[in-house]
Every structure is written in C-alpha cells, then in structure tokens.
C-alpha cells in the first residue's frame, strides 16, 4: 500500500463518517429512524462477523442475543434504571450464555453448530413469550424510555441518531483493535486451520469460547440500543427470522471483512426500503436482488472490491516482473 | 422521453394546483401486516380499505374530494410498523390506518397521539382504549366488550360451572384469553383446563385428550379459522360431546366449509362476521367477493367501515379538518340508515371504544343460526 493510497483511504474514512453526521441533519424522523436502526443492526452484525468471519464458526442464535439485551434493557429501563446499567448487565449476560453456547462448537462443526444455535434461537423465544412475569409475555413491554446522555435528552430522533451512531463508532473502534490484535489474528487461524493453530500453541479451545462470548455481547449491545429506539418490545422480532436477517448482512456484506457488517446491514436494512415504491413487489425485488449478488459474489459485496483490487495488483506484478524479465534478456 | 416526464410531471403540479382549487383529494396512510406473520390480517384489512375508496370516489368522494390512500407494510413487526407509520406521520395524512396487530398499535400510537392525527386501527387487545389516548379508534369490539357477552351466555344459558380454555398463544388468543378467566373468576366458574396452543398448528390431540380428560361442561375454543376447523374435527373424531363456544372465529363461515360436519353444534358470539343476517353485510360480501374472488374475513369488513368512519366523520364536520376529526368522532353515532356503507348502526365513546350489534349463533346443519341478537348498549 503506498502512502498516497492511505492517505486516500482516510480521506475517504474522514468525508464518510462527516456525511453520516452532517447529512442526517435535515432528514425526516423516518429517514432518521431509519439510519438509527442501520446503525443498530452494524453492531449486531460485526458481533456475528467475529464469530462467523473471523472465527469461522456458524451462529443462527445472534437474533436471540438481540432479544437478550432488548429485553434486559427494557426490563431495567421501565424500572427506573439507567440504561447504561442495563448496557453492563447485557453484555455479562449475553457474554456468559454466549460462552456457555460455544460448547457445543467445540464438539461440531458447521451446519451441525448451526442446528444446535438454531435451537437456542428457539428456546430464547419461548422465554421471551412465555415468561410472562418477567417479560410480559406476547403483550411485549411499552413505554421504553431514552436515555439521557452526559445530560442531554435523547428522546428526539436526531439526537437518538446520534447516540446510536456514537455506539457504533466505540464499537467499530474497539472490534478495530481486537481484529488487529493478537486475539484477532488466533481468531483468523482458528478460521484457517484449527489443526495448525493448535500446533502453533493457539488454546483453540479457548478462543473459539470467546469468539462466540465476545460475538453474542455485541449482540446484546444492539439489542440495548434496539429497546429504546422502538421504545416497545414482544417477542416477535427476536425469532430465528432476525438470526437469519442477521446472518445475511453478514455474508452480502462480506463475511470476515472488517466494513463487511455495515454494507450488509445497509442492504439489508435500507435497500426494502429504496424498493418499497414497487409496492407488493418490494420483498421478491429485494430476494431477487441479493440472490443475484451471491451468485455474481459469493464473498459479499467486499469480495468484488478485494477480488478487484487482487486482480490490479497482480496485473502490477506481472508487468514488473514482464519488465524486469526484458531487462534480463537484454542485459548483455 | 424525459422531456415527457417533464411535460407530464408540469401537467400533474398543474393539475394538482387546479385540484387543490376545488379540493385536492383527501389523503389517508394505511400501515398494515401485508407480509409476514400477520399478512392474512392485513391483506384482507387493505383490501377492504380499496373496495370503500372505490365506491366513495366513484359517487364523486367526501365533500366533493376523493378519497387516496398509500399502503405501507409492516412486515407484521413492530420495529418495521414503526418506521412505516413514522415516514405516513411525516407526509401529514387526514387519517391514519391501521396497524392491525395490538403489538403494533401500541408502538405507533404514541407517535400518531404527538402529531394529532387520527389512527383508526384493527387492533382488539383490550388496553389498547385504556391508555387514555385521545387519538386512537377501534373498527371492532375490543376483547374487554365482547369477553364478558360469552361468559354470561356460558354462565346463564349453559349453566357451566367449570370450563376448558383453549387459546392460541399470540397477542390476538392471549388477550382473549386473559379477559375471559376474569369473567369466569366473576361467575366463579371454574377453568378445569387452560391450553395453549401454536398459530399454524395441526396437530390438536393431545390438546383435545386433555379437554377429555378435564370433563368440563363447556369449552371455550378462542383459536384462528383454520385451527378452530382442526380442533372441531378433533373433538368429534374423540367424541367430545360438551358445548363448544367461541367468540366470531369459531363459528365464521370458513370454519363451517373446512370444518364440514364437526362444526355443527358449536356456538359463539359474534360481532363483525360477513355471515352477520344483516342486508347489507351480505352485500358487502358479494361486492367483496366479486371484485377480489374470495370470501373476506372480518379484517377485510374493519378496513371497509374505517374508511366509512372517516366519511361519516368529515361529513358531521362539514369540512377535512384532521385537528377536530378525533373530537367529532368521540361520541358520534353513525346509522346504517343514513350512512349505509357503515352496515350497522354504531357508537363510538371518548375512549375511541365501539359500541354495535351482536350476535350469539349456532351452527345447525352446516348453516349459522341466529339465536339471540345483542343489542346495542345504548
């Protein structure tokens, strides 16, 4: 990578993160819960991404996580309690179940993993509906409040927007670090070659524990956010059918790509909407649309960037080595 | 060609201002289940909705303005419902209708009150009206008017002392089912049997054994058409000879076509039912059915008579003023007489409850037969 090409790509950063600020300002209140939910859908979908893209172990549970720290924001929100607590009680919570989840991918593997998520997705819905004490069961809990932050009130949209894109930037900032840190990398081998990763003294063990812990907080993270944004919860948007929402911005957007969770959540979160003008037809226009995309890319919407810029690279290297090579042959 | 949108879009801004001059159509926002979990509910609840903006606009509209509605979906959840209502909100509609799902309801109808715009919903769950929102109107009984009619008929002409609940457990069944045992806990009736079952579920053996097993002296069956079909084909293939009562969807008229033989016997309360011996019910019905090929359920008549809300509602005022319409309806009776596309003489109260004819029927040799008819309360 030259400097000129990372000076490009912060520039790029810089004007990206500048439009989500500045854009937003004169947006409508749907526009902007629109953009909340994008950025809340980011989160939950960069949690499934570590644990799918990096660590390579498949999850139909994150929708359950969700549901998780929704309700446990609800629950402690109507009760008088600031949601930062709850944001601390959802996280252990969603990190010890995410934890004891990962015992099974230490036994199985792949679409076997993923029937044994399939089932907690199950069993975390039955809990919501059918616990009525705690969760109020099918009637869902109303009246969810905004938080307050550092003194400002977040019940208008805009300043929720922000709250919800302040989230997001922490947690972009933090999963930055983690990929590019030890853990990061015995997430990838782990992926790669749980064998070699083995052998090169990785505790594979461990590590695909916290690859399903660290996931599933992110998980409850969003789901602290997604409470109060609709400030009304039942268990009915927490069903396998947000799992596997979730898990499809995942891999549209490019499984194991650091933006890949932001792409797919803006396709799977604003492109129904760009599409709703079609009327009844919006919801097969949108399944046509990323059915079409995994067959031209079966590595997400990242994938035809990395696929590209793979391609330039390599014409570069060849015409250097082509150069080079004519060099040799013309040397006397 | 994009001279000819050009030309088409100064037409249409042209056309619009003369419009406006002589009265700009009405503008109304339906957001409704129209996919997912609830899209029966919703399909039914817009298409109804289409059929009474065609016959209005087609007698020349409210006061000289046709009616022009925008369907949004839900996608039969909340967060979605949300979103939809939001961005209707934003485009400032006369009316907004729908949801249809209580859970749905609850989530819009704070954001609908802060605008002050009307939402006529499809909503049952008895809190709904209990929040004191001023904004907000039922097309039907709420479950906390039409509960208590079946347990006094329970009570008083079944003389039950002890009885099985069977619900389906959705905010739809479990809202019956809630206000129900509070009405039999009044008669002190018994529940000997409290069964919760799936939307969608097939199977009902084992559900119906323990009915068996229970020996109540009445069942009360609260489930949707189709699962209300199976549980009755059930009940006679075990032999379950103890009444069977329902509340509108045990005794609607699909449940008599899936359910054949096993429906004869079972009885119920209805409110809004197309198979109300009502003229022009049946009229709607053929219209219904003869524009969009099958017979609706009582979602496709709530859509039908929110729209006729709306049009009585203006007409009372004399002009489209979307601040006073919540006042006007508050309060305001609508008869058939006058107002036939409303089809019973109904009763809104302050807190946007319904108030109408009911119906208690049986089904007799696969025909529904009206033994008692409920008055209006007042």
Redesign the interface.
């Given at each position: 990578m030259t400097a000129i090409g990372k000076y490009w790509r912060i520039a790029l950063g810089v004007a990206v993160i500048a439009a989500l600020i500045i854009v937003p300002m004169n947006f409508n209140r749907y526009g902007l819960y629109i953009l909340s939910q994008w950025a809340v859908m980011t989160i939950a979908a960069m949690g499934l991404n570590l644990t799918l893209g990096y660590a390579g172990q498949v999850s139909l549970a994150q929708g359950a996580f969700v549901g998780i720290g929704a309700y446990a924001a609800a629950i402690m929100t109507t009760q008088g309690m600031p949601l930062i607590v709850a944001l601390g009680v959802a996280i252990v919570l969603c990190f010890a179940i995410g934890w004891i989840l990962g015992y099974p991918a230490l036994r199985v593997q792949h679409h076997y993993l993923a029937f044994v998520t399939l089932a907690f997705s199950t069993l975390a819905f039955l809990v919501f509906r059918n616990e009525d004490w705690l969760t109020k069961g099918i009637y869902g809990i109303s009246n969810i409040p905004r938080p307050n932050v550092l003194g400002f009130a977040t019940n208008r949209p805009l300043p929720f927007y922000y709250f919800c894109l302040g989230s997001l930037g922490i947690v972009s900032l933090v999963m930055w670090w983690l990929i590019r840190s030890p853990w990061g990398r015995a997430f990838v081998a782990l992926r790669e070659n749980p064998v070699r990763a083995l052998s090169l003294g990785i505790d594979t063990r461990r590590y695909t524990l916290m690859a399903f812990a660290i996931g599933s907080a992110l998980g409850g993270v969003a789901g602290t956010l997604y409470a109060p944004l609709t400030q009304y919860i039942d268990p009915v948007p927490f069903n396998l059918s947000l799992s596997l929402d979730l898990l499809m911005m995942v891999i549209v957007g490019g499984s194991g790509f650091f933006f890949g969770p932001f792409l797919g959540a803006m396709i799977a979160v604003l492109l129904p909407e760009w599409l709703r003008f079609t009327q009844g037809y919006y919801l097969m226009l949108y399944a046509v649309a990323v059915m079409l995309l995994l067959i031209y890319s079966p590595t997400g919407i990242l994938g035809i960037l990395d696929r590209y810029l793979t391609e330039r690279r390599t014409k570069a290297a060849s015409a250097l080595r082509a150069v080079a090579k004519s060099r040799l042959e013309t040397a006397p | 060609m994009r001279s000819g949108i050009f030309a088409g879009l100064l037409l249409a801004t042209v056309s619009a201002a003369t419009a406006l001059a002589q009265g700009a159509p009405i503008k109304l926002a339906d957001v409704a289940e129209?996919?997912g979990?609830g899209a029966t509910v919703g399909n039914n609840w817009k298409n109804g909705i289409d059929l009474a903006i065609e016959e209005i606009n087609a007698k020349g509209g409210v006061l000289g303005r046709k009616l022009e509605v925008t369907?949004?979906?839900s996608?039969?959840?909340?967060?979605v419902a949300?979103?939809q209502v939001?961005?209707a909100?934003?485009n400032e509609p006369y009316v907004l209708l729908g949801p249809g799902y209580?859970?749905s309801v609850?989530?819009t109808s704070?954001l609908a009150a802060e605008a002050g715009i009307t939402q006529i919903m499809g909503g049952e769950?008895a809190?709904l009206t209990q929040g004191g929102n001023k904004f907000l109107f039922r097309t039907s009984f709420g479950q906390q008017s039409s509960m208590p009619k079946v347990a006094k008929y329970i009570n008083d002409e079944l003389k039950a002392k002890s009885v099985a609940i069977v619900w389906v457990?959705?905010?739809f069944g479990?809202?019956g089912r809630d206000v129900i045992s509070k009405e039999f806990a009044k008669y002190n009736i018994k529940v000997a049997a409290d069964l919760s079952t799936e939307a969608g579920q097939a199977d009902f053996a084992a559900d119906v054994s323990k009915i068996k097993a229970a020996a109540p002296d009445a069942a009360f069956i609260y489930l949707n058409e189709e699962e209300s079909a199976r549980i009755l084909k059930e009940l006679k293939r075990q032999a379950v000879a103890v009444p069977l009562v329902g509340e509108t969807t045990l005794v609607g008229q699909k449940v008599v076509e899936l359910a054949g033989d096993a429906a004869n016997g079972a009885r119920g309360h209805v409110g809004l039912t197309t198979d109300a011996p009502v003229d022009l019910v049946k009229a709607f019905r053929e219209k219904f059915v003869k524009k969009y090929n099958y017979v609706p359920d009582h979602n496709g008549l709530k859509g039908y008579l929110a729209i006729y809300m709306v049009k009585a509602t203006t007409e009372k005022m004399g002009k489209v003023d979307a601040k006073k319409f919540a006042d006007t309806l508050h309060g305001l009776t609508i008869k058939a007489a006058s107002e036939p596309g409303i089809l019973m003489d109904v009763t809104f109260d302050e807190k946007g409850d319904i108030d109408r004819q009911g119906f208690l029927v049986e089904i007799v040799e696969g025909k529904q037969v009206v033994k008692q008819v409920l008055p209006k309360l007042n």
């Open positions: - | 129209l996919s979990g369907h949004a979906d996608q039969s959840n909340p967060g949300r979103a939001q961005k909100l934003d209580s859970g609850k989530v704070p769950a809190e457990n959705n905010d479990k809202g």
